[in-house]
């Protein structure tokens, strides 16, 4: 403030003093401003400065000619800047226009959009209103452009397969190498409603003829299901899903690196690795099919799911206690890798 006061006290000054000696003063002024100009780094301008050059600007003509250290396009730029400020500053101080909505309304949009992924602007407005909240159509269709989630592809598959699930088969692959480190190619087809396996083989040359070998035994005919989920492997080739389709069901491969979408296949291969194939290393093919066998007849029969409300795939009664001196006694499956526990009766 005392740069500026300063400035308008030498301004005043020129007033009585010579031409001649005004003329040298303001040489000898540019001949300091020409070398300021060379000045690395440029140096800052203050707010007061940016206000003294936008005022300038609009009471004297020849502005444009006195500049040195910024361009005009730069005082421009700092008017149309002030302009701005000024008019945000005048829409804050109004009390005018459409008040903002709370944070549980915009939660309440966000939840709907995210659980009904095909609804739009005018059904959640409908559901807002049904609930008491008065706020605009176009205030949730504004919102709802924010939700970066709505619409998730993910969850319209997740809601295929609940909705499908007793109708749907998923095919899968997996690998065990045996004890001559010769490694064995496992196919199996599960169903999404029991998490039964309808069919598991083993081979080391996993050809086209071989697996179509295996779906004719998995579908011998057209049955219940209507869906098989595969993955994009080169041995579901063109013979495979043309062969599929002539059965009756429709293929469905999941997308490029998402083995969740065939999640129930892969769940079933953590956990036939984590209950068996760990703890064992097969002979040949003849000695995984046993053991997978016996592993499928324990999985069907006696092993309880979370999904199916701790209860096994082929359903397995809740025992009574037959009497007050029955005891619990266990019974070794998978050679003793697991145990099935119940009730006997005491001698």
């Known amino acids: 403030m005392l740069d500026f006061i300063s400035a308008i006290l030498a301004a005043l000054r020129v007033f009585f003093r010579g031409r001649r000696?005004?003329?040298l003063e303001i040489l000898a002024l540019r001949q300091q401003l020409?070398?300021?100009k060379r000045k690395h780094p440029r140096p800052n301008l203050r707010s007061f400065d940016r206000l003294f050059w936008t005022v300038l600007r609009r009471i004297w003509p020849g502005w444009a000619a006195a500049l040195i250290i910024v361009k005009p396009e730069?005082?421009?730029r700092w008017h149309r800047t002030g302009f701005r400020l000024y008019w945000r500053w005048r829409s804050r101080a109004s009390s005018r226009g459409r008040p903002k909505i709370t944070a549980e309304i915009q939660a309440l949009i966000r939840r709907m959009a995210e659980e009904n992924p095909v609804w739009g602007a005018p059904k959640i407005h409908g559901e807002l209103l049904k609930?008491?909240?008065s706020v605009s159509e176009r205030t949730v269709a504004r919102y709802l452009r924010r939700v970066q989630r709505r619409g998730d592809p993910s969850k319209r598959w997740l809601t295929f397969l609940r909705n499908h699930r007793e109708v749907i088969v998923a095919l899968d692959f997996f690998t065990v190498?045996?004890?001559t480190f010769q490694l064995l190619y496992c196919?199996?087809?599960?169903e999404h409603g029991r998490r039964r396996i309808l069919h598991f083989n083993a081979t080391c040359h996993p050809t086209g003829e071989w697996v179509l070998q295996q779906l004719r035994e998995t579908f011998p005919e057209a049955g219940q299901y209507r869906y098989v989920i595969l993955d994009r492997d080169s041995k579901f080739d063109v013979q495979i899903i043309t062969f599929l389709k002539a059965t009756g069901v429709k293929p469905r491969r999941t997308s490029i690196r998402s083995p969740w979408q065939n999640g129930t296949a892969e769940r079933w291969v953590g956990s036939c690795r984590r209950e068996l194939l760990d703890h064992i290393i097969p002979l040949n093919e003849e000695h995984l099919r046993r053991l997978i066998r016996d592993y499928v007849r324990y999985y069907h029969e006696d092993r309880v799911h979370d999904s199916l409300g701790k209860d096994t795939p082929n359903g397995r009664a809740i025992e009574v206690k037959p009497s007050p001196q029955a005891r619990v006694i266990s019974?070794?499956?998978?050679g003793g890798l697991h145990h099935r526990y119940y009730w006997q009766q005491a001698a």
Not at 331 to 334: C, K, S
């Open 177 to 179: 190498p045996t004890l």
């Open 331 to 334: 019974g070794a499956r998978l």
């Open 21 to 23: 000696d005004s003329a």
């Open 187 to 190: 196919f199996f087809a599960i």
């Open 131 to 133: 609930l008491g909240f």
């Open 34 to 36: 020409g070398v300021f």
């Open 74 to 76: 730069t005082v421009v």
